[in-house]
Structures are given as C-alpha cells and as structure tokens.
C-alpha cells in the first residue's frame, strides 16, 4: 500500500493491524474485511471511503467495540483495545441514525456518558453547559429529542459523543439524513470543532466529495480491502488504482496498448493510432494492454481538423454528443471515433458559452501529464 | 350562499346521524356485555337473599355489604370484623402481587430472549410460548396436579435424586396455588414484554454501551424505561385474572386455601347469599381497579411521562 512513511513527530492513536472479519462459516462465509491495515495519526481527521458494504462501517464498529476482529489487532495510542466492551473504550461515536435516547432529555442525553462516569453532579452540568454551547444547542436543553428536527439531533449526538472527552470520535455518516445546505453547513461545523476540541475524528461516509473536503487523509475502501491510504490531493490526483480514480471524481478511461516504460513514464498507443505518454501509478507494471485514466477536467475540447496556429491537433476526435450545463463550469460529452463518450468539464466564463453545439466534430487535446496508466 | 351554508349545515348533520348509526353495535354490545350486568349485580347486592339462593327482588337490604366486612356472632348479636373474608382477601392480593412480581422476574429474560433471535425464528419462539393457550385451564390444572402431589413427578425425581428423604407437601398449600399461576399467567407477561422488547431499537443499547454504561446500567437506564409500557401492560394483564383466579386455587390449592374468586362461587352456590356474593364480586372490582390506578400512575411518573 502506498500508506506515505510515518513523520516521527507524528503519534499514532489509533492502529488496526491485519484486520479479518468473517460472518458464518464454511463456504457461505462473508468477509467483511480482509486484511485491513490502517495507522490513524493522532488529532488527525481520518475518513473511511467506499460504497456501501465495502466493510467501512464494519472497521469503524470495531474500533468502537461492537464487533470484535476474527484476525488481527487493534491498538488506542500503543495499547491493544481488541478485547475490551465498548463501555470500557475511550471512544465515543455518533451513530448514523444519531440514536439518541428517546425517554430523556436534550440534557440527559449529554449528560448521560458523565453520568456513567460517575463523575461530579457539579462538574457534569458544567460539562453540559459548555457542550451545548459547542453545538449552539443551550436553548433546547430540556426539550425531548422527539420534539427536535434531524440537524439538532445531529448537533446533539454530537455533542452526546464529544462531553466525555474521547480519545476518539467516530462518525458513522452522520450526515448523510441531512438536505444539501444543512449537509454543508455541518461539514464546515465539523471541522472546526475538531480543530477546537483536538480529538481525533474517524469518519465513514460514501460521498467522496464530502471526504475530499473534510478530511487530513482518506482510506479509500473496497470489498473488504484497503485501496488506498492518502491525502485528498493524493487520492484524487494520484489514484492508486482504476477503482479509486472511477470512484472519486469522474473520470475517462481508454483502453490502449503498452508500446513501452521508460523512467517510470509509459508509453502508449490509442485504438486511433495516436501515441501518448503517461505517467504509471506507483509499483505498477503492466504489460500488453493498459488503462489510460484522464480527468474531464485536464481535457480540452478543440475545433476538428488541422493545427492551426494557436490550437495543437487533438489526440482525440469524435463528436459532440451532449452538452451539459452546470452553472460553474459545462459537462461536454463526446462520442470518440473510437466508439465509446469522453467527457470533457470545461470552466465557463461569463461572456461567453463553451463554443460547440451538438453534433459538431470536435478533436480532444490532453493536457501533458494529466493521463495515467493505472491497475484494472 | 344561503344554500350553501344550509347545504353544510345539513351535511354536517347527517355526518353525525350516520357517526351514531354507525357507533350503534360497538354501543349496544358495550351496553348489553359489559354496563347492563354490572348494573344487575349493583342492584342484587342491595337486595335481601332469598332462602334458596337468588334475591327478593325489590327488598331494599344492606346485609349483604355488611357481610363483606363484618360479621354478627350467632350469639350475643356482637359485630366483628369479618377475619374470615379478610385473610381470604389477604391471601389473593398477596398471592397476586407475588405472582405478578414472578412472571415478571420470569418473563422478561423469556422474552428479551425471543426479541433478539434473528426475525424469522422469533415466530416460532412465540408460537411455542403460546402452545398451552390450546389445552383447557382445567386439564392444564390437574397436569400440574400430577407435577407436585405427594407422589408426583417432583416428589419422585427429588427423592430419586436423594435431595429429600419424605415427599414435600405442596399440594394443597400456598405454594402449590403460586406455582400453578405462575404457570398458567406466564405467558400474559412475555407476549407484552416481547411487543415491547421487539420495538426497542437496539441502536440505542449501542449507544449506552458506547457511553460507558456497563450491562446493568443500559438494561436499568435505557432498556427498562423503554419498554416501560409493555412491563404495565403484562403486569395488569397478570395481576387482575390472578387476583379473581379461581380453577387453580380450587383445584390446587384445596378446600382451606380459598381466593376471592371461590369465595364468590361459594356464595352463589352452597351458601346461598347471592348478595354478599355480588357485594363480594363488586369488591372485587373496586380492588383490581384501585391497584390498576395505582400502578399505571406509578408507572408513567417512573417513566417521566414517556410512553
């Protein structure tokens, strides 16, 4: 896994190691996950990424303790944890469905990890108060959870999880119940008061646009398995592999023929006969056929025909099928000769409008170094 | 407009006809089933008893609330309390209570049991709680009969065992009376607790763990006030068919054992007091319907209102 070398001053808080979960048994077993590795760094907000039923979730409630690994370790800042109920964990979650205790109290609910504690009447509604107001939730203190909407149960469960003062937060999409602009709102929430509160936050969610603006770093997850360990920069710039790049962002991909490697650098063939250079993702060798990955967005749609004198000839041409307009930039989606729909993003500008129409032949020029040869 | 607002008003008029026309069975079946009898025993309770049974009807008397408290000493005409009817009222509340404490203590592990099998073997769970619902209380009684006698399936397997040396005596004692309605109520309380248990989302047992509850603590914080209503809803369903039992004492219990149920039967047939027996049944009533207020307002300030 391309997991970047630890920096020394970096402490690790929480660290799954060769992680296996298996439901039943015998050849109707499922794994769940298999063979799982991730180092998760202290005060660091970590994101979980993959479609559902990648095992993000099944991790995430093995951190928490409500499922114990088949295999492997799990260790809070150097000690193993594996074993231990959730209740004897310094971790606390927020829940998906928030679950939040319908037979008490805004208060009693934040109140209740405290409580449990065992800690001081005194120092618990201090506690209370001061969580509340994290969450700006002072007013509705003894309401009934039933008498509040899904954002302040969110707020709520939020602060429910964070008044014990956890060593680690985990989210399990905790926003995933909320409308778009709500949905923003708490992202940009979320992020402050993890940098307020310095408790590191493990958050799972499927929505890749979400985790590419919330998160330090990302493990993207799939069937089980651990893709890719990286920044968001990392992630959406240097996929790892052909799943990673289709998953986040959109992304073109062409099938072509490998005619060499040189330094790290391939070079390839287009079913049109035109060649190309790309550059390999890391440790990947192939051979015969490779997967050509282009991001819309380092693409450029060029008028058909000949060089001209400010224009390169495109390394593509085909025909324009769709033109999609999305107020900050347009969607161009082109039909290759080739047979199969490149599409294009191209920014807008005020004063005028993409320049091409339906049906006109287009040539597609590739930005250099935005193509990528990665593994199927 | 005029006729508009006639044309409402006559509309909403016949809303209401037809609302009454149609409320009219549920009404009557009320009136008939439930209202009408208890009104006859009211009156027969105020009535003079008849020589052989029945009432003189239209003889205004008090004896037989009287009776029900107290008693008249054959021969110096001296009134004291009724202790007769007293312990027998005693015995039923406390046999009731104990009972309704027992299929509590009983049920609920029964029935958190079957509220977390996987979905499609709960049913089957439930089906077998309720296989002794299809034979007779009588024949169920006499079985049990055969478990606790002297030389019973318990006494012989005890003394097989070497545990005792002589067969305990239960039949015919408190004991054999509260070990048969445990039996036979048990099932009133895990089929409630179960509705109850079966909704609770288990999410929030989740979260109680995740928040430093241990075990004790989530089934006393989260689980019991939730399925608060269920616990109320098997303990009445328990408690007032206990406290007018009548098969398993008589049965069981023997002739020296009485509840308030064959107290009532008594009165109605050998004793030949149809009032005290009407008096006694109203009595009844009254207890179940105090104890039930009791409870259920207990219950839901415990609850702090939910549920």
Redesign the interface.
């Known amino acids: 896994m391309p997991e970047p070398a630890a920096v020394p001053d970096t402490r690790i808080a929480v660290e799954c190691r060769g992680i296996v979960k298996q439901f039943g048994e015998g050849p109707n077993a499922l794994r769940a996950l298999d063979d799982v590795s991730v180092a998760i760094r202290e005060k660091e907000f970590f994101t979980l990424l993959g479609p559902s039923g990648c095992g993000k979730t099944t991790l995430l409630r093995m951190i ?3 499922e114990y690994p088949t295999e492997g370790s799990i260790r809070l800042h150097g000690e193993d944890i594996a074993g231990l ?4 964990r310094p ?3 927020v ?1 998906q ?1 928030y ?6 109290t805004v208060w009693e609910n934040v109140a ?2 405290l409580q ?2 065992g800690r001081p009447k005194a120092e618990i509604a201090a506690r209370v108060a001061e969580m509340l107001k994290l969450v700006h939730m002072e007013e509705l203190a003894q309401r ?1 959870t039933d008498q509040i909407s899904g954002g302040q149960g969110q707020r709520v469960a939020l602060a ?2 964070l008044a ?1 003062a956890p060593k680690v937060l985990l989210l399990d999409e905790p926003l995933s119940a909320l409308d778009y602009k709500l949905r923003k709102e708490m992202q940009i929430e979320l992020k402050r008061m993890q940098s307020e509160t310095g408790i590191t936050f493990i958050f799972v969610t499927h929505d890749q646009e979400e985790a590419l603006t919330m998160s330090d770093r990302i493990a993207v997850m799939s069937k089980g398995k651990v893709l890719q360990i990286g920044t968001p920069w990392d992630i959406y710039d240097k996929p790892a592999e052909r799943f990673v790049a289709d998953f986040i962002g959109e992304t073109n991909f062409l099938a072509t023929t490998l005619l060499g490697i040189e330094a790290g650098i391939a070079r390839v063939r287009l079913p049109s006969g035109v060649e190309m250079s790309a550059t390999l993702a890391e440790g990947y060798v192939p051979s015969g056929a490779a997967t050509l990955v282009v991001r819309p967005e380092h693409a450029r749609v060029v008028p058909a025909g000949g060089p001209t004198a400010d224009q390169p000839s495109g390394q593509l041409s085909g025909t324009v099928e769709n033109v999609v307009y999305f107020g900050t930039d347009t969607h161009i989606h082109v039909r290759l000769d080739e047979g199969f729909t490149f599409m294009v993003r191209q920014q807008n500008s005020r004063s005028q409008s993409c320049g091409v129409t339906v049906g006109e032949r287009v040539g597609i020029v590739i930005a250099p170094d935005a193509a990528q040869v990665l593994r199927d | 407009m005029a006729s508009a607002a006639e044309n409402a008003r006559r509309d909403q008029q016949g809303k209401i006809r037809a609302r009454w026309l149609l409320s009219t069975p549920a009404l009557l079946i009320i009136f008939i089933a439930a209202i009408g009898p208890l009104l006859v025993m009211l009156a027969y309770s105020f009535m003079a008893k008849g020589d052989y049974g029945d009432v003189k009807p239209g003889e205004f008397s008090l004896d037989g609330w009287f009776s029900v408290f107290l008693q008249r000493d054959i021969f110096d005409d001296t009134l004291t309390l009724a202790d007769a009817h007293l312990s027998i009222l005693w015995r039923s509340l406390r046999l009731s209570v104990i009972t309704t404490v027992l299929t509590l203590a009983l049920g609920f592990p029964t029935a958190y049991f079957i509220a977390t099998r996987p979905r499609h073997t709960r049913e089957v769970w439930v089906f077998l709680v309720t296989i002794p619902f299809w034979t007779n209380l009588l024949i169920r009684t006499f079985a049990m009969q055969q478990v606790i006698r002297n030389e019973g399936v318990l006494n012989t397997l005890l003394m097989w065992l070497g545990v005792i040396n002589e067969p305990l005596p239960i039949m015919y004692t408190d004991w054999a009376i509260l070990f048969g309605m445990v039996y036979v109520y048990l099932p009133l309380m895990v089929l409630p607790l179960y509705a109850s248990l079966e909704k609770l989302d288990f999410r929030l047992v989740e979260a109680g763990y995740d928040l430093y509850a241990g075990r004790l603590a989530v089934l006393r914080r989260i689980i019991i006030p939730l399925v608060k209503p269920g616990i109320v809803a098997g303990s009445i369903l328990v408690f007032i068919p206990s406290l007018g039992a009548y098969v398993i004492p008589r049965v069981l219990g023997g002739g020296k054992n009485l509840m308030l149920g064959n107290l009532i039967e008594l009165q109605f047939g050998a004793g030949r007091n149809w009032p005290l027996g009407a008096a006694l049944s109203i009595t009844l009533m009254a207890l179940v319907m105090v104890a039930m207020l009791f409870y259920v307002r207990n219950a839901s300030r415990a609850g702090g209102g939910h549920g």
């Not at chain 1, 109920?85 to 004897?88: A, E, T, V």
């Open positions: 928490a303790g409500f109920p959730p209740f004897k971790i606390n979650t829940f469905s679950a939040l205790f319908p037979h008490l209740f990890g449990m504690l009934r429910r999880a014990p």
